[in-house]
């Protein structure tokens, strides 16, 4: 058998074995129309890992004819963009169609290196595709973004991914020879997680695993010999961050649920994996606000202050400061009252619809206003002792609404205390 993963060799040469991106590459998509015109403008991919943002790219570079050029934000810096540029202009001629420079995940690149890129986008020398797992919008700076097209690419479904195993089996050089029958997909699909490189790598984990353990006959392949063969065969497919799902789920989760060495784990196990050190930064962030809350305030500026070093610092040193963060908010008290209370107040607000404000509510800018009641009642809190004043502040029709419910931590027993002293019976 070929040492050429299978993802790599069944990896489509056109866009009629590209599968699952109908709204880009079908017959009206803007990215098929691109080429049908011959006249290809910079744009970015955006979308999870494993729906074919690199192969798109290639594809389009071997439709156009165009001189191909690629870079992985992970390793490459300033200087790697450089004698690329310079490369793509040593081979700029009269009427010549610009080269196609490729960066993969360029969420990763810092602002300086950018920059680097915005003089030969804009001046035509190359025409840039950039692939990304992470929102563009936050991670591309404004001046590159603009001059570049966003493509939202989605995760593939089921019967993309059945036509998909199916192509392999009929199409590939070593598997159409093999006599393999699957019996069920639902282990397939389901440890895949709609990313195509990963279903093709258990695949041939699991046909691999077949064949060492009968030399003739059918292999089937069903949820059973899946799940069993990639327990006994996880290093093989768990590779660069492609378990992302699972690994930053069982995180959060180890934070939320208090234990510290299980959340420093899996923070390592995503960071030799290669994961965005910005990635998980935002986690952290959300984690404080979520899990955290009110029960120690202090969450929040210290995951927004791990934030700010992480985008300055980078790594390996951000490794430090995510450690910190996280065993800070795994071993801290934790309440999502807050969390509760947005999404409580938002299901009222959809339920109701928009109630009146309160005429005491309102502003009174004009004479009509203060004639039609608006602002009058209401009570200005600063001139009451205590700096309260009880009134009414909901709409009507929703007046006894309660959307926060103070948890049991020592911080909001303290919140609970002030809120009876205020509105007595209410809390």
């Known amino acids: 058998m070929t040492n050429q993963p299978l993802a790599e060799r069944l990896r489509p040469q056109n866009l009629d074995h590209y599968f699952g991106q109908e709204h880009l590459v079908g017959a009206q998509g803007p990215i098929r129309k691109m080429i049908e015109n011959g006249n290809i403008s910079s744009f970015i991919l955006w979308g999870p890992p494993g729906v074919g943002k690199t192969t798109l790219a290639k594809i389009v570079a071997r439709l156009l004819d165009r001189p191909f050029f690629e870079l992985s934000a992970i390793n490459s810096g300033v200087k790697d963009v450089r004698e690329v540029i310079d490369k793509a202009k040593k081979q700029r001629f009269f009427n010549t169609p610009n080269p196609i420079l490729f960066i993969d995940e360029i969420h990763r690149f810092s602002k300086a290196q950018q920059d680097s890129l915005l003089g030969a986008v804009e001046q035509g020398v190359v025409t840039l595709i950039g692939a990304t797992t992470e929102n563009p919008s936050f991670e591309v700076i404004s001046p590159l973004l603009s001059r570049c097209q966003v493509y939202v690419l989605k995760h593939v479904d089921a019967s993309v991914l059945k036509k998909i195993v199916q192509r392999a089996l009929e199409e590939d050089q070593y598997l159409k020879g093999v006599d393999i029958q699957v019996k069920e997909y639902e282990a397939l699909l389901r440890f895949s997680g709609g990313d195509v490189r ?161 005429l005491s509510l309102r502003n009174a800018p004009t004479k009509l206003m203060s004639e039609l009641g608006y602002k009058k009642d209401y009570k200005y809190s600063h001139a009451y002792d205590g700096n309260f004043a009880e009134q009414q502040f909901m709409p009507e029709g929703i007046e006894n609404s309660r959307f926060y419910t103070p948890q049991d931590n020592p911080q909001e027993k303290k919140i609970l205390e002030r809120l009876k002293s205020w509105w007595k019976s209410r809390f």
Not at 294 to 323: C, Q, W, Y
């Open 198 to 358: 990963k279903l093709l790598n258990i695949l041939e984990v699991v046909v691999n695993a077949l064949s060492s353990q009968q030399s003739q006959g059918t292999l089937v392949i069903d949820n059973d010999s899946v799940q069993k063969n990639l327990q006994e065969n996880l290093a093989l497919y768990d590779k660069k961050g492609e378990m992302h799902y699972d690994i930053i789920s069982a995180f959060i989760k180890s934070v939320r649920g208090g234990d510290p060495d299980a959340a420093v784990y899996y923070l390592a196990r995503m960071l030799e994996g290669g994961e965005d050190v910005k990635f998980i930064s935002r986690r952290l962030v959300i984690l404080a606000s979520e899990d955290i809350g009110l029960a120690n305030p202090n969450a929040l500026l210290l995951a927004n202050a791990t934030f700010d070093a992480v985008h300055k610092v980078g790594m390996p040193e951000s490794r430090i400061m995510l450690s910190e963060c996280t065993i800070y908010l795994a071993t801290s008290p934790k309440s999502n009252s807050a969390y509760s209370a947005i999404n409580e107040a938002i299901a009222e607000v959809r339920r109701t619809g928009h109630l009146p404000v309160p």
